[in-house]
């Protein structure tokens, strides 16, 4: 069984900025890839940021320069936003690409969501 919880939402201001943090637990033998992904409502969920295990990490244009996605070790994965603006709301989800057992597929498993609401 593997988890992926997420933690660091919140409201804050245009301009400000929020870290969040996604940590996997349960049985994992390898992880190959986190990334952040977020649903803003009445859209569909997007690609903010992904982080390939041994390979450079890519961001969404929307992202570029101002959000930084980081492995803070084998098992967690941090989302740095700065200069952040109210189209930027919207519920942050955890996806990671796991293998949970030596010879079983990796499959693709998502967070419980974080929502990150910027307002004034």
């Known amino acids: 069984q593997v988890q992926l919880v997420e933690s660091g939402g919140g409201l804050v201001q245009p301009g400000g900025s929020l870290r969040l943090s996604c940590v996997a637990h349960?049985?994992?033998?390898?992880?190959?890839?986190m990334a952040w992904y977020r649903q803003a409502p009445g859209k569909q969920r997007e690609l903010v940021a992904s982080s390939p295990s041994g390979d450079s990490a890519s961001y969404a244009d929307s992202a570029k320069g101002r959000f930084t996605i980081s492995r803070d070790n084998k098992h967690t994965v941090a989302l740095q936003m700065n200069s952040l603006k109210p189209e930027d709301t919207a519920v942050y989800y955890c996806?990671?690409?796991?293998?949970?057992?030596?010879?079983?597929?990796?499959?693709?498993?998502w967070g419980q969501g974080t929502q990150v609401t910027v307002s004034s």
């Open positions: 349960g049985s994992i033998f390898n992880i190959y890839s």
């Open positions: 996806n990671a690409l796991i293998m949970s057992r030596m010879g079983i597929p990796a499959d693709y498993y």
